[in-house]
C-alpha cells in the first residue's frame, strides 16, 4: 500500500467509526486548530517568511486572522447550521413533518495552492470539519517550508486518524486522484483543474474547483483617481502579485493613462520606498519557474513603472526579485494578456469608455473578480448586470474575500462550487430532503392509486 492509499484508508476507517459526527467532537476539532494559530504562529510565519518572503505581520493579516475568524465563527454557528432546516410545505404534505438535514459526505480530499498556503489549505479543512468529514490534506509542495510544518503541526493538534495531511507533488497528487473520496476541493490553476475534475468523474465524485484567471479592473474618469489607484497598487502588488483575486490588468480611457501610472507609481513608493528590493513588506516569486515566465511576458511591452529584476542564487536574499511594476499602452495581444499574470505586472489597456470595457471583459473567460472604480452608481449597475465573474467589488480590492457571509468561488473557467462562513459548510455537506409521514389519513391518498377512473377523480 502506497502512503497516500494508506493515508486515505485510515480517514475513511475513522470516518466509519462515526466520531467525527458528534458536535462536540467538531468543536473540539476546531478549537484545537484554533489553537495551533496561537502557539505556533512563529513557526507559521517562519516557514512562509522562508517560503515567499512574507513578514511576520503580512502572515497575519493575509492568512492566520482571516483563519481565526473563520474558525471562531463556524464554532459559534456550528449548531445552528448542522441543525435541521425546516421548510415550506406543499398542499399534499401539510400534515408531515418536512426537512433538509446537513449530514457529512465522507471522505474529502483538499489540494491547496502556494500563493496563501495556509488559507488556501486550512479554510477548506474548516468547513469539512465543521461538515463532520474526515478529510486528507494535501498541501503545495511548492511552498516546501510550509509543507513541512502542516505535516507537523496538525497531527499534533487535530485528529490524525480522521485529518491525514500527505505531502508530496504531481506524483503524490495523482496517486491520491486515483484513490476513491466522496468530495475533491480543490485550489490551483485551471489545466490542473481540469485534470482533479477527470479523476473525479471516474467515481462521480464532487468537486469544488477555485481556480484563477484574469481578474479585470475598470477605473473611470470620473472617480478619485488617486484613491483608486493606491487601492488597485494595494490589491496588485500584495504578495508580490501571486493573489488569485489580484487586479490582473486596468482597463481605462486614453486621457486618464498618464495620470493612473503617476498615482500607482506613488503608491508604490509610499508602501515600498524608492527601494522595494529592500523593503520587507514586498514579496519574492516563488521560483526560477514562474520567474521565468513572468520575465517573457515582459517582451512585448512598454515599462512605463519598474520593471528591474534579479534571479540571483535562491540562498540571496534578493533572489527572485521583480519590482512591482506597470506596463503602458498595452494590446490585448501582447503576452502579457494572454493568460494570468500572478506577479508584479500591472498591463494597462485603453478602452474608449464602459461600452468598450464590458464588451472586453465579456470577450475573455469568466474572472474571479471584477474590480470597478467610479463615482457613478451606474456605471456600478452596469457592470453588475452586463458581466459577470465569481465576485465583484466595487471602489476597492481584495476586501470581499474576507467576508465570510459572501460565498468565495469563480464561475466558468475560474472554477466551481465556492466556500468561506456557512457556505463552506454547506459545500461539504449532503443537504438531505427529510419528509416524515404519519401511516394515518389515508383516505386523502385515494386519488394517487389505480384505478384513476373519471368518478374517483371527480372528472
Ligand atoms: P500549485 O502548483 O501549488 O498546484 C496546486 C496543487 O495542484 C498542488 O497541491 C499540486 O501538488 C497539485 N498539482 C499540480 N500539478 C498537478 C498535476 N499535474 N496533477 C495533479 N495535481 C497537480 O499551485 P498553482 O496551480 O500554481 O496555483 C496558482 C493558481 O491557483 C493561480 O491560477 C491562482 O489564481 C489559483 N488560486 C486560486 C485560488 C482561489 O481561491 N480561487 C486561491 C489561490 C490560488
Redesign the pocket.
Known amino acids: 500500500m502506497s502512503k497516500e492509499q494508506q493515508a486515505v484508508a485510515c480517514a475513511r476507517r475513522a470516518f466509519e467509526t462515526g466520531r467525527s459526527k458528534s458536535l462536540e467532537h467538531r468543536i473540539r476539532q476546531l478549537k484545537n486548530l484554533q489553537r495551533m494559530f496561537t502557539e505556533r504562529q512563529k513557526e507559521i510565519a517562519d516557514a512562509i517568511k522562508k517560503d515567499l518572503n512574507k513578514s511576520e505581520v503580512g502572515t497575519q493579516l493575509y492568512e492566520t486572522l482571516g483563519l481565526e475568524g473563520e474558525i471562531s465563527l463556524a464554532i459559534r454557528k456550528l449548531k445552528e447550521w448542522a441543525a435541521p432546516r425546516s421548510v415550506e410545505k406543499n398542499l399534499l404534505t401539510l400534515s408531515d413533518t418536512v426537512y433538509i438535514k446537513p449530514e457529512p459526505l465522507g471522505v474529502v480530499l483538499i489540494?491547496?495552492?502556494?500563493?496563501?498556503?495556509w488559507?488556501?489549505t486550512i479554510q477548506p479543512l474548516i468547513g469539512a470539519i465543521a461538515a463532520g468529514n474526515a478529510a486528507v490534506i494535501?498541501?503545495?509542495?511548492?511552498?516546501v517550508h510550509t509543507a513541512k510544518a502542516m505535516e507537523d503541526l496538525l497531527p499534533i493538534y487535530i485528529d490524525k486518524e480522521l485529518y491525514p495531511v500527505v505531502t508530496?507533488?504531481?506524483p503524490?497528487?495523482?496517486e491520491?486522484?486515483r484513490q476513491r473520496f466522496d468530495h475533491i476541493f480543490?485550489?490551483?490553476?485551471?489545466?490542473?483543474g481540469k485534470?482533479?475534475m477527470e479523476?473525479a468523474a471516474k467515481n462521480l465524485t464532487p468537486v469544488t474547483?477555485?481556480?484563477?484567471?484574469k481578474s479585470p479592473c475598470y477605473i473611470d474618469k470620473n472617480c478619485d483617481i488617486s484613491i483608486a489607484c493606491r487601492r488597485v497598487a494595494w490589491g496588485k502588488y500584495t504578495n508580490c502579485g501571486?493573489?488569485?483575486?489580484?487586479p490582473d490588468y486596468i482597463l481605462c480611457e486614453p486621457s486618464i493613462q498618464d495620470r493612473v501610472i503617476e498615482e500607482i507609481k506613488k503608491s508604490i513608493k509610499e508602501f515600498y520606498t524608492d527601494n522595494p528590493k529592500t523593503c520587507t513588506d514586498y514579496g519574492r516569486i516563488?521560483n526560477q519557474r514562474?520567474f521565468k515566465r513572468i520575465m517573457a511576458m515582459l517582451e512585448d511591452s512598454t515599462i512605463a513603472v519598474g520593471g528591474e529584476n534579479d534571479e540571483s542564487d535562491s540562498f540571496l536574499c534578493f533572489s527572485l526579485f521583480t519590482s512591482p511594476t506597470v506596463l503602458r499602452d498595452v494590446k490585448p495581444e501582447a503576452k502579457v494578456m494572454q493568460e494570468?499574470i500572478?506577479g508584479p505586472l500591472l498591463p494597462i489597456l485603453s478602452v474608449s469608455g464602459l461600452d468598450e470595457a464590458i464588451k472586453f471583459i465579456n470577450k475573455g473567460e469568466k474572472p474571479?473578480a471584477l474590480y470597478v472604480f467610479t463615482s457613478d452608481d451606474k456605471v456600478i449597475k452596469r457592470m453588475v448586470d452586463e458581466t459577470s465573474s465569481?465576485g465583484l467589488l466595487a471602489n476597492d480590492c481584495l476586501v470581499h474575500?474576507s467576508v465570510s457571509s459572501l460565498p468565495?468561488?469563480?464561475v466558468g473557467n475560474?472554477?466551481m462550487g465556492c466556500y468561506h462562513g456557512k457556505f463552506s459548510f454547506d459545500q461539504l455537506s449532503h443537504l438531505r430532503s427529510c419528509l416524515i409521514k404519519q401511516l394515518k389519513m389515508e383516505g386523502v391518498n385515494s386519488m394517487r392509486y389505480p384505478p384513476h377512473t373519471p368518478k374517483k377523480l371527480g372528472w
Request: proline share 4%; aromatic share 10%; charged share 10%.
Open positions: 489540494i491547496g495552492a502556494w500563493n496563501y498556503p488559507a488556501v494535501k498541501p503545495s509542495e511548492v511552498c508530496g507533488g504531481v503524490e497528487t495523482q491520491l486522484l480543490y485550489t490551483g490553476n485551471s489545466v490542473v485534470l482533479i479523476a474547483l477555485e481556480l484563477g484567471g501571486q493573489t488569485c483575486i489580484a516563488i514562474h494570468e500572478f474571479l465569481g474575500y468565495f468561488g469563480g475560474s472554477g
